[in-house]
C-alpha cells in the first residue's frame, strides 16, 4: 500500500528562519504530489502540488518544493517564515497523507 | 463559487448508534472523497465517489459506507458506533477526481463524539 512519511511532527522557528519540511513517499510509479496547510480554525488548502515538469514547484505565500525522484521525496521549503505561516502542514500522493507536521513561528 | 459544505459541523452520540453525515460539494464537482482526520493517525482515506459510484477506498471497515447522488452530494453513514470513531470528518471535492490526482478542496468537516 502507498505511504507517506512526514519526519518532522512538530517544528518551531523564529520568524525569518529557513523552513524545510521532509515528505517521503513509498509509491514508485507516476505520482501526483501535494502539499496542503491547515491554518487555525480553516480548512484545509493546496499549497502547491506536482504532476510533471520543472521538479521545483512553486506555491502561494513563498513555498516551493522540490521533487526528488531517486529519493522518494517531495520536500516543502520556505526562505522566510512569517508568524502567519503557524499552521499544520500535509503532504499527499494523491489520496494518502502524511499524519502532518505543525509547524509553529514565533516572533 | 461557494465552497464545500459538510452538515451537521458537530455531533454526539453513543456507542452501537449510527451516523450520517453530509458533504455538498463545489458546483460543478462530481468527485466527493472521504477523509478520517484525527490527532495521532492523521487524515486516512474513507472512499472516494465520482458519479454516484465508489471508485476508489481505503482501508476501513464495512461499518463505514457512503453514497452519492446525481446532484453530486455526498452522504457517508457510520454504523454500530465505536469510540474510536471520534474524529474529525472530512468530505472534499475536485471536478474529476481519480487517479489523475487533481486538487481537492475540503470542507470544514463534521467533528464527531462517540461517548
Known amino acids: 500500500a502507498q505511504s507517506v512519511s512526514q519526519h518532522n511532527h512538530h517544528v518551531i522557528l523564529s520568524e525569518a528562519a529557513s523552513l524545510e519540511l521532509g515528505c517521503n513517499y513509498s509509491y514508485g510509479g507516476t505520482v501526483n504530489l501535494f502539499w496542503y496547510v491547515q491554518y487555525p480554525g480553516q480548512h484545509l488548502q493546496l499549497l502547491l502540488k506536482y504532476f510533471s515538469g520543472d521538479p521545483l514547484v512553486k506555491g502561494i505565500k513563498g ?45 | 463559487k461557494a465552497g464545500v459544505t459538510q452538515t451537521p459541523r458537530y455531533l454526539i452520540k453513543t456507542r452501537g448508534q449510527q451516523v450520517t453525515l453530509s458533504c455538498s460539494p463545489i458546483s460543478g464537482h462530481r468527485s466527493v472523497s472521504w477523509y478520517q482526520q484525527t490527532p495521532g493517525q492523521g487524515l486516512q482515506f474513507l ?66 463524539l462517540v461517548l
Not at chain 2, 47 to 64: A, D, H, L, M, V
Not at chain 2, 73 to 78: C, G, L
Not at chain 2, 102 to 110: A, I, R, V
Open chain 1, 63 to 107: 513555498f516551493e518544493a522540490e521533487f526528488i525522484k531517486s529519493k522518494f521525496s517531495f520536500n516543502l521549503r520556505k526562505p522566510s517564515v512569517q508568524w502567519s505561516d503557524t499552521a499544520e502542514y500535509f503532504c499527499a500522493v494523491t489520496f494518502t497523507f502524511g499524519t502532518g507536521t505543525r509547524l509553529q513561528v514565533t516572533l
Open chain 2, 47 to 112: 472512499f472516494e465517489y465520482f458519479s454516484e459510484t465508489q471508485r476508489n477506498k481505503g482501508n476501513f471497515p464495512g461499518r463505514f459506507s457512503g453514497r452519492q447522488f446525481s446532484n453530486s452530494r455526498s452522504e457517508m453513514n457510520v454504523s454500530t458506533l465505536e469510540l474510536g470513531d471520534s474524529a474529525l470528518y472530512l468530505c472534499a471535492s475536485s471536478l474529476e477526481g481519480g487517479q489523475g490526482g487533481e486538487t481537492q478542496y475540503f470542507g470544514p468537516g463534521t467533528r464527531l
